[in-house]
């Protein structure tokens, strides 16, 4: 057997590989990105960024209907986007296996809230599995789509942060190719069809499956008992199971790798074990909730953080009530907050929108440091595409007395994602004021993806890139109120801002510059 180091996402990409997967739609979000990045580069797979999370879920659902394995992936935020067919994917089932990767985020290194996914899981009434290394990382992803073919089910998939961007020791297996489903769609209307009347049947199979997958889970080999001191238990999963050996390697552990359903005949038998009961989970209580509504006297966020990261030192102190003491470091290591990048084509607009005091709605992306000095030019941020539609809910808000003073700004993939129907909504509403599309021709928060408007897919092939102007025109806009000017161009960006603004009409601006730092990836790789 071959051993390798991998990322936790490098080997989630191998799991699904090895398990036959055959098909991969997802979404580019830091922590997730990497793993269909990696999946594509394996031969017999077909793989797609989608526009958006909730596509790149029905698209995948599409091919697990038709008996393909497939893998589809995104970080938390995205599976709000994705809400809406996740949770009618548990009442049409799969044909194939198919696996769903949310990679949270706990501290927020790259997002806008911290949020618990497994909260979906229990919501959507699907099973979770969520690995704590590499080598489970891999292990898990291909028992998820053995779990998902035996109980006709999505399977979720928790990673977080430290899983995905942290590396261990994997050994890696042959693919399987022998036993997989027939890829052939078979109609079947009850199944695939979710009108009221069949819908209200899938419902029961929902439920009745659930209970299934949870004396399943009393079984799985996953769910185990290590066995230690038994004056302190403790109740963990994940990355933080590895806190929790580091801070007490003798104590007796229950280390849960499938989070939901619950198996409550272990929880049961393990508490019994030991006089004291920790439970110990990253962001909210999840585990403890379900284990106290068992009638069963355990400690958790009593004693731990429902914020942030934990560590070995945090699950001490929660323990024992001793802080650590801080190592004597002789030097100050100086802040280094993010900033755009020099020579940014995105330094130009929020220059100018600075100077010119305007209201400024931001959205995800690279650009929304502009909020940060010297430019402080972005007053809201909420989600993917919100630029848009915020800018338009403050100018209802204000009705006559609403002066365009208000400039939406977003970036190209993000406007691909979910500013297009912002864009319908302006237009279909009238509303009037400015929309700046922040062309750099790159999904650069993430790492350089292609997206719609690039013209190039997730393998390097060359496909369409939406046009703008088509597209303002589509939606009712005249083409004199659509405009693209060159980044570097100052004067040109500042003439045009002035001008849209002063029409009172509805107005897109693209503002078009190359990122520098995709422009150098571009320039060695064509070396």
């Given at each position: 057997?071959?051993?390798?180091?991998?990322?936790?996402?490098?080997?989630?990409?191998r799991?699904?590989?090895?398990?036959?997967?055959?098909?991969?739609?997802?979404?580019?979000?830091?922590?997730?990105?990497?793993?269909?990045?990696?999946?594509?580069?394996?031969p017999?797979?077909?793989?797609?960024?989608?526009?958006?999370?909730?596509?790149a879920?029905?698209?995948?659902?599409?091919?697990?209907m038709?008996?393909?394995?497939?893998?589809?992936?995104?970080?938390?935020?995205?599976?709000?986007?994705?809400?809406?067919?996740?949770?009618?994917?548990?009442?049409?089932?799969?044909?194939?296996?198919?696996?769903?990767v949310?990679?949270?985020?706990?501290?927020?290194?790259?997002?806008?809230?911290?949020?618990?996914?497994?909260?979906?899981?229990?919501?959507?009434?699907?099973?979770?599995l969520?690995?704590?290394?590499?080598?489970?990382?891999?292990?898990?992803?291909k028992?998820?789509?053995?779990?998902?073919?035996?109980?006709?089910?999505?399977?979720?998939?928790?990673?977080?942060?430290?899983?995905?961007?942290?590396?261990?020791?994997?050994?890696?297996?042959?693919?399987?190719?022998?036993?997989?489903?027939?890829?052939?769609?078979?109609?079947?209307?009850?199944?695939?069809?979710?009108?009221?009347?069949?819908?209200?049947?899938?419902?029961?199979?929902?439920?009745?499956?659930?209970?299934k997958?949870?004396?399943?889970?009393?079984?799985?080999?996953?769910?185990?008992?290590?066995?230690?001191?038994?004056?302190?238990?403790?109740?963990?999963s994940g990355?933080?199971?590895?806190?929790?050996?580091?801070?007490?390697?003798?104590?007796?552990?229950?280390?849960?790798?499938?989070?939901?359903?619950?198996?409550?005949?272990?929880?049961?038998?393990?508490?019994?074990?030991?006089?004291?009961?920790?439970?110990?989970?990253?962001?909210?209580?999840?585990?403890?909730?379900?284990?106290?509504?068992?009638?069963?006297?355990?400690?958790?966020?009593?004693?731990?953080?429902?914020?942030?990261?934990?560590?070995?030192?945090?699950?001490?102190?929660?323990?024992?009530g001793?802080?650590?003491?801080?190592?004597?470091?002789?030097?100050?290591?100086?802040?280094?907050?993010?900033?755009?990048?020099?020579?940014?084509?995105?330094?130009?607009?929020?220059?100018?929108?600075?100077?010119?005091?305007?209201?400024?709605?931001?959205?995800?992306?690279?650009?929304?440091?502009?909020?940060?000095?010297?430019?402080?030019?972005?007053?809201?941020?909420?989600?993917?595409?919100?630029s848009?539609?915020v800018?338009?809910?403050?100018?209802?808000?204000?009705?006559?007395?609403?002066?365009?003073?208000?400039?939406?700004?977003?970036?190209?993939?993000?406007f691909?994602?979910?500013?297009?129907t912002?864009?319908?909504?302006?237009?279909?509403?009238?509303?009037?004021?400015?929309?700046?599309?922040?062309?750099?021709?790159?999904?650069?928060?993430?790492?350089?993806?292609?997206?719609?408007?690039?013209?190039?897919?997730?393998?390097?092939?060359?496909?369409?890139?939406?046009?703008?102007?088509?597209?303002?025109?589509a939606?009712?806009?005249?083409?004199?109120d659509?405009?693209?000017?060159?980044a570097?161009?100052?004067?040109?960006?500042?003439?045009?801002?002035?001008?849209?603004?002063?029409?009172?009409?509805?107005?897109?601006?693209?503002i078009?510059?190359?990122?520098?730092?995709?422009?150098?990836?571009?320039k060695?790789?064509n070396?």
């Amino acid at each position: 057997m071959e051993k390798m180091v991998l990322f936790g996402n490098e080997a989630i990409a191998r799991g699904a590989w090895e398990a036959g997967a055959t098909v991969g739609t997802g979404y580019p979000g830091t922590p997730s990105t990497e793993i269909l990045e990696s999946f594509v580069t394996y031969p017999e797979v077909s793989t797609e960024w989608s526009v958006n999370e909730k596509v790149a879920l029905e698209v995948g659902l599409g091919a697990a209907m038709t008996g393909a394995r497939t893998l589809v992936t995104m970080k938390h935020v995205g599976v709000n986007v994705a809400s809406d067919p996740l949770f009618t994917s548990a009442y049409t089932g799969i044909k194939g296996g198919m696996v769903i990767v949310t990679a949270d985020d706990p501290e927020l290194h790259s997002s806008q809230n911290e949020q618990d996914n497994r909260n979906y899981a229990r919501a959507a009434k699907l099973p979770m599995l969520e690995p704590g290394d590499s080598q489970e990382a891999k292990d898990f992803t291909k028992m998820a789509f053995s779990i998902s073919e035996q109980f006709d089910t999505p399977v979720f998939l928790r990673s977080t942060t430290r899983i995905s961007h942290s590396q261990t020791i994997v050994n890696v297996e042959d693919r399987v190719t022998e036993g997989l489903p027939e890829v052939k769609f078979v109609k079947n209307l009850k199944k695939f069809v979710m009108i009221p009347a069949f819908a209200r049947a899938r419902h029961h199979v929902v439920e009745e499956r659930l209970l299934k997958i949870a004396e399943y889970a009393e079984t799985l080999e996953i769910n185990r008992i290590e066995e230690g001191d038994t004056k302190r238990g403790f109740i963990t999963s994940g990355i933080v199971y590895n806190y929790v050996k580091e801070a007490f390697p003798d104590a007796a552990v229950l280390k849960l790798g499938m989070v939901h359903p619950l198996p409550e005949k272990l929880i049961r038998k393990f508490c019994e074990q030991v006089d004291e009961v920790f439970i110990v989970e990253e962001l909210d209580p999840f585990f403890e909730l379900q284990i106290k509504a068992m009638g069963i006297e355990v400690k958790g966020k009593a004693c731990f953080p429902i914020t942030g990261e934990l560590s070995p030192d945090l699950i001490t102190q929660g323990v024992t009530g001793e802080k650590p003491g801080k190592p004597d470091i002789a030097i100050e290591v100086p802040p280094r907050p993010p900033a755009l990048c020099p020579g940014c084509p995105h330094r130009t607009v929020f220059t100018l929108l600075h100077d010119m005091d305007m209201i400024v709605t931001g959205d995800i992306g690279c650009y929304t440091l502009g909020v940060l000095p010297p430019f402080s030019a972005i007053d809201t941020c909420v989600d993917m595409g919100a630029s848009i539609t915020v800018s338009q809910g403050i100018e209802m808000a204000m009705g006559k007395d609403f002066k365009n003073d208000t400039v939406a700004v977003i970036g190209d993939s993000t406007f691909a994602h979910s500013g297009i129907t912002g864009l319908l909504n302006a237009a279909y509403n009238k509303r009037t004021s400015l929309i700046i599309v922040l062309d750099n021709g790159t999904t650069a928060m993430t790492g350089m993806q292609p997206n719609p408007l690039s013209g190039e897919m997730i393998s390097g092939e060359s496909t369409v890139a939406l046009d703008y102007v088509k597209l303002g025109e589509a939606v009712g806009m005249s083409t004199n109120d659509i405009k693209m000017v060159n980044a570097f161009k100052k004067e040109e960006v500042e003439e045009a801002m002035k001008e849209m603004i002063a029409a009172q009409r509805l107005s897109l601006l693209v503002i078009k510059g190359p990122c520098i730092l995709d422009k150098k990836h571009k320039k060695k790789k064509n070396q």
